[in-house]
T-cell receptor
């Protein structure tokens, strides 16, 4: 799958370091948020989600933080690995079953 | 679990031709979504179905685009006639959620469409 390419914000990170990807969402009524990872030639893959009644959720090597006051979402990846190189999208739900996706952030892991 | 299945994976056609993209959602999922992804516009929702019924098609670009879901295990997105600006990657996603309960959407591998 091709994602927004030439104009994507890019985060370069050294292998083994932690990564933090940020996302500002638009609608204060949004109640569900998802982070997706998209590798070249593939569809978006679910990483982790969080509902608006929480401010933090942890998965395997990933943590999502939600700050509803400033409408900000972040994804933290611990001990970043080469396989983490991809484009990361945040998505918010505010209307029925629909998700609105952000523009994406490209993560490049340097060996 | 096979995940969401899409076919074809790649489609190259000439302007004016009809194009049909196919999707098989994950078994047991109640909602199905069609998205389009381009470099300029990112990932856009075209239409989604709940229990095979189209709920929101506000993202469908124009009358040249149509989508159907004749049963719970199959959906099509048709473009007729196709134009070069329709070139994009088209994704199908499915979700176990129904109605106002929002749940994770699982994406297929996509169909890369090129209209010459």
């Amino acid at each position: 799958g091709e994602s927004v390419g030439l104009h994507l914000p890019t985060l370069s990170v050294q292998e083994g370091d932690n990564s933090i990807i940020n996302c500002a969402y638009s609608n204060s009524a949004s109640d569900y948020f998802i982070w997706y990872k998209q590798e070249s030639g593939k569809g978006p893959q679910f990483i982790i989600d969080i509902r608006s009644n929480m401010d933090k959720r942890q998965g395997q090597r990933v943590t999502v933080l939600l700050n509803k006051t400033v409408k900000h979402l972040s994804l933290q990846i611990a001990a970043t690995q080469p396989g983490d190189s991809a484009v990361y999208f945040c998505a918010e739900n505010n209307t029925g079953n629909k998700l609105t996706f952000g523009g994406g952030t490209r993560v490049l892991v340097k060996p | 679990d096979a995940g969401v299945i899409q076919s074809p994976r790649h489609e190259v056609t000439e302007m004016g031709q009809e194009v049909t993209l196919r999707c098989k959602p994950i078994s047991g999922h109640n909602s199905l979504f069609w998205y389009r992804q381009t470099m300029m516009r990112g990932l856009e929702l075209l239409i989604y179905f709940n229990n095979n019924v189209p709920i929101d098609d506000s993202g469908m670009p124009e009358d040249r685009f149509s989508a159907k879901m004749p049963n719970a295990s199959f959906s099509t997105l048709k473009i007729q006639p196709s134009e070069p600006r329709d070139s994009a990657v088209y994704f199908c996603a499915s979700s176990p959620a129904l109605g106002t309960v929002t749940d994770t959407q699982y994406f297929g591998p996509g169909t890369r469409l090129t209209v010459l």
